[in-house]
């Protein structure tokens, strides 16, 4: 597993697209920043973590595109699937090696709350509740896109497929008030990411949002496998 | 070790192993034979654990690539259709990746150093993959599957896209590694496995239509009735003549390669033997034969002859019973 989360993080800055995150990331979080604390002279940071929700979406599928469409194509898959390595060391390399670029981006975002704190209080439990919340909905996102990525050759289609996929795991609480019917609505309220994510930002760390997005991570990252697998035997 | 035993794969309703059995033994070059789409690399996708069969075992040194794969696959070297080559590290960093990713313990630097020397990119070691040319790209490619010693190398068309010389590195190479490895090679050019193996299994449509030691098929696969006669005579009388002979078919002039003297193609029915009706002939009219050889047989010829077995020889047959009865109504008719 360590070589392959070796070799994807060098890939991330081989190719640019590691930069590409990391630049968007940075921007968009630092306009969210200014934005909603600065210009308001507060030390609340909760608008940019709430903000940086919808950012995300369009950000971790440019992350995950690549990761299993472009071994696919370039046929390196041949040189992963036959190494004496299991299916889920890849795919868990692959995964870890996405979720430290992208927790690069989220330890920016407890720099922006350093540079506050030298002109007022911060509220630190606060905002490590939200960049825990905001890492474990990445780690959520990133399995998705990883997922997605698995299924095609093409990155661009990863990459639309990916956003497509969290915009319905975004949207599913607000498709749930239209639904009549009480108890699907309700599964599909619990199911919905924003709403999950929402305490975060509020400040309230509650260990069942906490567990909701590691499970989440970890269904996708295991359908991945699955995926993986099938197509051997197709 | 490797065995296979009814291996099965098929695509929906496309079966493209159709129960393949072999056998290859410790330092064993076996060479698999087949035109493009045979199933050559179907089959050995499925001994690397690429793709799974359908139905069947393989065994790798004993382990079944789908019981315990982990164990079967760090006994393997594999070198796919298309190396499987990260184009934007450089020859060091690859071979480094693949050096961890098959978790070997052998000394690091002096063991990929050998290998470098073994395949000759020692000099690229420093390069961008992207920038190497094909020939080097494959070299990389074999310099991967040997990287950790594995037992069983399984080289799928080694030498595509290199020129003649480095196919011949590459072939001395194979001969060397088949020495202490068990190695397995596809191809689908028939001088190429009769140069490197040991052992020739012939597939087509999935199937084996072969399997026998490089002598003794291509013994069996001797052409003798297409033959390539360098002749001493007026190159217009000698085709009409030499076409006279019964069971000739076609007889084509090739090159004049001293003057007057010229090479010609000759092709007659299977099974029937010209030579000496056709030096009679020749003889008769004071022209001389130079050289005469028998043709090597192409690989559709092999091919025919294998697959279709007993229904080419009556094929034949009945085209020579036709031609007879031609020259028997051309007689007549004189």
Not at chain 1, 5 to 18: C, H, M, Q, T
Not at chain 1, 79 to 108: E, R
Not at chain 1, 202 to 207: E, K, L, M, R, T
Request: aromatic fraction near 10%.
């Amino acid at each position: 597993m360590t070589a392959i989360l070796k070799r994807e993080i060098r890939a991330y800055f081989d190719s640019l697209i590691g930069y590409i995150f990391l630049t968007a990331f940075f921007a968009g979080s630092g306009v969210l920043f200014s934005v909603s604390s600065l210009q308001y002279g507060s030390t609340d940071m909760s608008g940019m973590y709430s903000g940086l929700f919808y950012i995300l979406l369009v950000l971790i599928p440019i992350l995950t595109m690549r990761t299993l469409s472009e071994e696919k194509r370039q046929k390196t898959d041949q040189l992963l699937l036959t190494a004496p390595i299991s299916l889920s060391a890849l795919v868990l390399g692959k995964f870890f090696a996405a979720l430290i670029i992208y927790g690069i981006g989220v330890c920016m975002t407890v720099v922006y709350a350093v540079v506050a704190s030298f002109f007022g209080v911060v509220s630190w439990l606060t905002v490590l509740g939200n960049a825990v919340g905001l890492m474990l909905l990445g780690a959520a996102y990133i399995a998705v896109g990883i997922m997605v990525s698995s299924l095609t050759e093409n990155q661009v289609i990863a990459a639309i497929g990916g956003f497509a996929a969290m915009l319905v795991l975004f949207l599913i609480g607000s498709i749930a008030q239209i639904i009549p019917v009480d108890w699907i609505a309700s599964i599909f309220t619990e199911l919905s990411f924003s709403s999950r994510y929402a305490p975060f930002t509020y400040g309230v760390f509650d260990f069942s949002n906490v567990l909701f997005f590691i499970s989440a991570a970890i269904i996708f990252l295991f359908l991945t496998i699955r995926i993986l697998e099938r197509r051997r035997w197709s | 070790m490797i065995e296979v035993k009814n291996l099965v794969k098929s695509y929906g309703d496309k079966l493209a192993v159709a129960g393949i059995s072999f056998k290859a033994q410790d330092g064993e070059i076996l060479g698999f034979l087949g035109p493009n789409g045979a199933g050559k690399s179907t089959t050995m996708n499925i001994l690397t654990g690429y793709l799974s069969s359908t139905s069947g075992e393989a065994y790798i040194n004993g382990h079944d690539i789908l019981e315990d794969p982990i164990a079967a696959k760090k006994e393997i070297g594999y070198l796919p259709e298309f190396p499987p080559l990260y184009l934007d590290m450089t020859v060091k960093e690859y071979l480094y990746f693949v050096y961890e990713l098959r978790g070997c313990t052998l000394p690091r630097n002096t063991h990929l150093k050998e290998i470098c020397e073994l395949v000759k990119i020692d000099n690229v070691y420093d390069r961008r993959i992207n920038n190497l040319s094909k020939g080097y790209k494959q070299r990389v490619g074999l310099a991967q599957a040997l990287v950790g010693n594995p037992n069983v190398l399984i080289l799928d068309e080694p030498t595509v896209g290199l020129d003649p010389k480095q196919i011949i590195e590459i072939r001395t190479l194979i001969k060397k590694l088949g020495k202490n490895h068990t190695v397995i090679l596809s191809s689908h050019i028939l001088s190429e496995v009769q140069a490197v193996c040991d052992r020739i299994v012939v597939i087509n449509q999935g199937k084996i239509v072969a399997d026998d030691t490089a002598d003794n098929l291509s013994r069996e696969l001797t052409a003798d009735h297409k033959l390539i006669a360098r002749i001493d005579g007026p190159k217009d009388e000698v085709i009409k003549l030499v076409q006279t002979i019964p069971g000739v078919v076609s007889v084509v002039a090739d090159l004049q390669r001293e003057r007057g003297v010229w090479e010609y193609n000759i092709e007659a029915i299977e099974g029937t033997d010209i030579r000496r009706e056709l030096n009679r002939r020749l003889m008769s009219r004071n022209w001389y034969i130079l050289g005469l050889r028998s043709s090597e047989l192409s690989l559709e010829d092999i091919f025919l002859k294998l697959t279709m077995g007993e229904s080419v020889t009556e094929f034949l047959a009945d085209k020579a019973d036709d031609l007879e009865e031609r020259y028997k109504e051309e007689g007549d008719n004189s």
